[in-house]
């Protein structure tokens, strides 16, 4: 069983060895995130995409580092990063991560962003979530999730995300509330803080985007 699938995009800030470095983790390059894999000296599982981002050395590269190289045309309806999630998917890891995908082009991490939501939605037996060096994103389904106090991140955001969030209660947290509602475009649930132990997040309705972030 593959305990984690990291998808490394060719964007800044990827976070590489602390998104996954046991034997049960395998690795996905999307374009130029497969060279900064074997790069770091990780064998990519699948580097897939156009590589129109790397030279024909660096290709050279790559193609001599990787279990499966899969290149495709330039000219296609998906993106790498997304030919990368699904990559991922066909693994049946319990979570995928995506890293090197904020920080630079906002299409770009729009892109992925909107790309995370959709496969959360059809696959809802796997985690998915975005990391960078100070943020961790995750989409949540309709239900009750445990989310563990994480020393990395203070602050805790939540939003909707495709329409409203009903039935939301927070408990274990600095501002607890009861059978809330988030609709799309409210901010007054940015900026919570994890209490000294767990917190749980319950809601009947919706999407919760969830949004772990820190200062440092």
């Given at each position: 069983?593959?305990?984690?699938?990291?998808?490394?995009?060719?964007?800044?800030?990827?976070?590489?060895?602390?998104?996954?470095?046991?034997?049960?983790?395998?690795?996905?390059?999307?374009?130029?995130?497969?060279?900064?894999?074997?790069?770091?000296?990780?064998?990519?599982?699948?580097?897939?995409?156009?590589?129109?981002?790397?030279?024909?050395?660096?290709?050279?590269?790559?193609?001599?580092?990787?279990?499966?190289?899969?290149?495709?045309?330039?000219?296609?309806?998906?993106?790498?990063?997304?030919?990368?999630?699904a990559g991922a998917v066909r693994m049946n890891p319990e979570v995928i991560t995506l890293t090197g995908v904020t920080?630079?082009?906002?299409?770009?991490?729009q892109s992925a962003l909107h790309a995370v939501y959709r496969m959360q939605k059809k696959y809802p037996g796997i985690g998915f979530r975005i990391l960078d060096p100070e943020n961790e994103l995750r989409f949540l389904l309709p239900g009750t999730h445990v989310l563990e106090k994480s020393g990395a991140y203070r602050y805790i955001s939540f939003f909707s995300f495709g329409g409203p969030v009903t039935g939301m209660t927070l408990k274990g947290f600095k501002y607890e509330v009861e059978q809330a509602k988030i609709l799309p475009g409210t901010t007054m649930f940015t900026s919570n803080e994890p209490g000294s132990g767990e917190g749980t997040i319950s809601f009947e309705t919706g999407i919760c985007l969830v949004v772990r972030s820190t200062d440092a």
């Open positions: 069983m593959i305990r984690e699938a990291v998808v490394v995009a060719g964007g800044p800030a990827p976070v590489i060895a602390a998104a996954g470095t046991e034997s049960d983790t395998v690795y996905i390059g999307a374009d130029r995130g497969a060279l900064r894999l074997v790069r770091l000296g990780i064998r990519p599982a699948i580097s897939v995409g156009d590589f129109d981002s790397v030279t024909k050395e660096e290709f050279a590269e790559i193609a001599a580092s990787s279990r499966r190289v899969i290149r495709v045309e330039e000219e296609k309806d998906e993106t790498d990063t997304e030919l990368a999630l920080g630079g082009r906002l299409d770009h991490s």
